[in-house]
């Protein structure tokens, strides 16, 4: 229980009552991207919303490319459903991220995954010995 005295005393945010459901996420795409493709990028996903019904009108659309991360290219997404109703939220997210994966499809950009670059050095004390798939050794 909280005494009335300290109730009294804070600020209480009413989620109910706020304009909307903000979403903010990353959209990840591969480093071998060039920048053309980078900015084609951000331009689809600001082409997505541009416009959208379901955007509170109140609260700017943002899309930069704003970080390279450690194994991606990465594109921030902010904007703010127009209701407040957490599942149709979800659902327009949904509908959201169907038109981005179609458009960079079609644009051939691709999302990124973690991935690792190993280099293999080769030196008297350190053989390098290669093994394909099939299991025969390099040179055999």
């Not at 300290?6 to 920048?35: E, K, L």
């Not at 407040?84 to 991220?97: I, R």
Request: hydrophobic share 35%; proline share 6%.
């Amino acid at each position: 229980s909280i005494p009335n005295e300290r109730m009294a005393s804070v600020n209480i945010d009413n989620v109910q009552r706020r304009p909307g459901i903000r979403r903010r996420t990353g959209i990840t795409i591969t480093y071998d991207t060039p920048p053309d493709k980078v900015q084609r990028a951000v331009d689809i996903i600001k082409e997505i919303l541009s416009g959208c019904e379901e955007i509170h009108p109140d609260y700017p659309v943002n899309v930069f490319f704003d970080e390279f991360n450690d194994m991606s290219l990465n594109i921030l997404v902010n904007y703010w459903y127009r209701r407040n109703d957490y599942w149709e939220a979800k659902a327009f997210d949904e509908k959201v991220n169907f038109m981005i994966l179609r458009a960079f499809e079609a644009e051939g950009i691709e999302f990124a995954f973690p991935t690792t670059t190993t280099y293999l050095a080769h030196d008297e004390r350190r053989p390098l010995k290669i093994t394909v798939a099939n299991g025969s050794k390099d040179g055999e």
